[in-house]
C-alpha cells in the first residue's frame, strides 16, 4: 500500500477540509504511483492499494473517488465498486477497463455500480481531469445533503420548541391552518373539549364551532356555545388571533355565568281615597 498525504500542520488542515480524498486500485503499483504524485494538488489523501487490499480498505474508511481496474488479481473493479456502494453509499467510483470489458462495463453502468468509466491505455491528463472533476462532484453533493441535514434538524428544533410552547401556555390553545384545519392542541383543550390529542388534527375550526374566518392580528373575543364530544354544550369565552402564515390562535375557556339581575320588591301602588271611603 502506497500512501500520499498532504503535510500536517494548520495551513494543511484547512486545506484537507475543503479537498477530497481517494482510493487508486491497481496492480501496477508504480504507474499508481506516479499517478498519486499528480493527483496530490487537487485531493487531501491519495491512498494506492493493490486489488488484493482493496476491500479491506475500501470497506474501513470512506473515500470520495475510488479509482479500480475492472481485470486484474484480487476483487474485479466492478464488484468492488458495487461493494463501495452499499457500505458509504455516497463514494464516487471510476472503472478503468479494456475495450474487451465492454459488455460488463454495460452492465455496470445500467446498474449504477461504476458513475464513470475509462479504457485503457488511459489518457493522463484525461484521466486527471475526470478524477477532479468526480472529487468535486462529490463534495458539492456532500455540502448539499449537509445543508438538507441542518434545514431537516432546524426544522424539528423548531417544532419541538412550538409544540413546548403551545403545551405550557396558560389557557386552552389551538392553533388551525389558513384553511381552518387543527394542526396543534395543549392538554388544556383537549380535556375542555373532550378529545383525545390524536382527534383534533382531523377536525376543523367549524367541526368544533370556532369559526376562524377573518381572522388578523387584532383578537377577537366572543362569547359562543360550543358541543363537546360527549355531547355537552359549553358556555365559552373564545378568542382568536390570525397568525402570519394566515392560520389563527384560538383560546378558549369557560365564560363565567351571567350575574343575575337583583330581586326588587313589588311596590304596593297608592290608591287616592273616593267618595264614601274613610280617610286614614
Partial sequence: MIRKDEPSGARGEVVRLVRPNILIVDYNQEASAHLAQLLRRDFSEVVVVTPQEALEVALEKE?????AIQRGPGIGGMKLLARVRRRWGRSRGLLVAGYADAESLAEAISSREGSEYLFMPWDEQELVRVLR???????????Q????EHAINALRSSERLYRTMVELAPEAMLLFDRAGHCL???SLACDL??????DLPRLTAADLHLSTDGA???PTHSVRSVRRQDGLELRLEVSVRGLPDGGACVIVREASAPAAAPETQPVASRREPGPGTPGP
Fill in 145 to 148: 445533503r449537509s445543508a438538507r
Fill in 133 to 143: 472533476d468526480t472529487g468535486r462532484q462529490y463534495l458539492v453533493r456532500r455540502a
Fill in 216 to 218: 388578523s392580528s387584532e
Fill in 193 to 198: 373539549l373532550g378529545y383525545a390529542r390524536d
Fill in 184 to 186: 396543534e392542541a395543549n
Fill in 63 to 67: 473515500f470520495a473517488v475510488v479509482l
